[in-house]
């Protein structure tokens, strides 16, 4: 009789460490969830709104009104309207105008998208399937899209900025 | 040993752990606190560098203008440029442009066309920085203007911002 409520003591014993382990295991799985998501949380960028907006829409307006380098004065805009109508602009003597704005548009990215690590897609078209100017690569993701409608004869040609992210 | 010595001593482990469950708790709070404070002064030296920012791009002594009135945002006039660079690091008008800008510094380069020989392409404005301190980076693309040519040329509006 004696051994046996001994042994029901044990049981009770063993039973209330176990439900204590079990408490314990529960806070530690808690406090690490807490941890992971509270502590050591990654710090919110506020500004990356603001900068992508800004930047697709000021680069393509700057871009735009920007004058070509020998090329009589002429800027980016009226470089576009002459690659997407009579292609009969010359600059530097021999380079046509979609090939002069492509270069000039390369080169400005390069010192700038590409330097601060951002994608983007730049489009230049009348026809959105077949782009007289792309540069960069198809944004996946979430982007920040600016398109810059330029007036050509009897039609509208469209430039369009993507930052991607 | 007596029973009650048993009894007090099983009362002095239970209060020493209870103890240090509530100084683990307690460091635990004060961690996630710090954290919290942390990510709030980030979010008000973050949303400080766009107020920044968009004061230098809206700065009325570089922005493109006809008689007096601007005429577009975006465009700064080189010529006004230059005369801003000496203007606000004048000693008389440290405090007006501090209030301004605080701790930080603007450059404006010249991207495109690409400077050759002796012209100058990039303008420091406004510098006050801070050492040791984090700092965040806004760049604006923007047109030059050239009053003399009537040309565009393509910069880029770089505010560096220093966390107090």
């Known amino acids: 009789m ?5 042994k029901m003591k044990h049981k009770i014993a063993q039973m209330e460490i176990l439900g204590l382990a079990i408490v ?7 406090a690490i ?6 502590v050591f949380k990654e710090p919110a960028d506020y500004r990356k709104g603001f900068v992508s907006s800004e930047l697709a829409s000021n680069m393509i307006n700057a871009f735009l009104k920007t004058t070509a380098q020998d090329c ?3 800027t980016m805009t009226e470089l576009l309207q002459d690659c997407a109508q009579a292609q009969s602009i010359r600059c530097r003597g021999e380079t046509p105008a979609c090939s002069y704005v492509q270069a000039a548009a390369g080169s400005i990215f390069e010192k700038t998208l590409n330097k601060w690590n951002m994608r983007y897609e730049f489009k230049a078209y009348v026809d959105m399937d077949r782009p007289l100017i792309r540069l960069g690569e198809a944004c996946r993701a979430e982007k920040k899209s600016r398109i810059f409608p330029i007036p050509i004869s009897g039609a509208t040609m469209q430039a369009k900025l993507d930052i991607c992210g | 040993m007596k029973k009650s010595q048993i009894q007090i001593g099983e009362t002095i482990a239970v209060l020493f752990v209870f103890f240090i469950l509530v100084a683990v708790g307690f460091i635990f709070y004060a961690m996630v606190i710090k954290g919290n404070i942390g990510s709030e002064q980030d979010e008000a030296s973050q949303l400080r560098a766009i107020g920044i920012a968009q004061r230098a791009m ?8 006809k008689d007096v009135i601007t005429e577009e ?18 000693r008389q008008n440290e405090i007006y442009y501090y209030d301004m800008f605080e701790f930080s510094e603007i450059n404006i380069t010249q991207i495109y066309p690409q400077i050759t020989g002796l012209d100058k392409s990039q303008w420091t404005i406004y510098s006050r920085k801070r050492q ?11 047109s030059l203007y050239d009053s003399i040519t009537k040309t565009y040329r ?3 509006l770089s505010v560096e911002t220093f966390s107090k």
């Open chain 2, 154 to 156: 393509f910069g880029i």
């Open chain 1, 2 to 6: 004696t051994n046996l409520h001994t």
């Open chain 2, 73 to 90: 945002t975006d465009c700064i006039d080189i010529l006004k440029l230059k005369t801003a660079e000496v203007l606000m690091k004048q």
């Open chain 1, 24 to 30: 314990v295991v529960l806070m530690l799985v808690a």
């Open chain 1, 33 to 38: 969830f807490v941890i992971r998501f509270s």
């Open chain 1, 72 to 74: 009589s004065q002429l």
């Open chain 2, 132 to 142: 040791n301190s984090p700092k965040f980076i806004t760049n604006i693309p923007v």
């Open chain 2, 58 to 65: 809206f700065l009325p002594e570089l922005q493109c203008s």
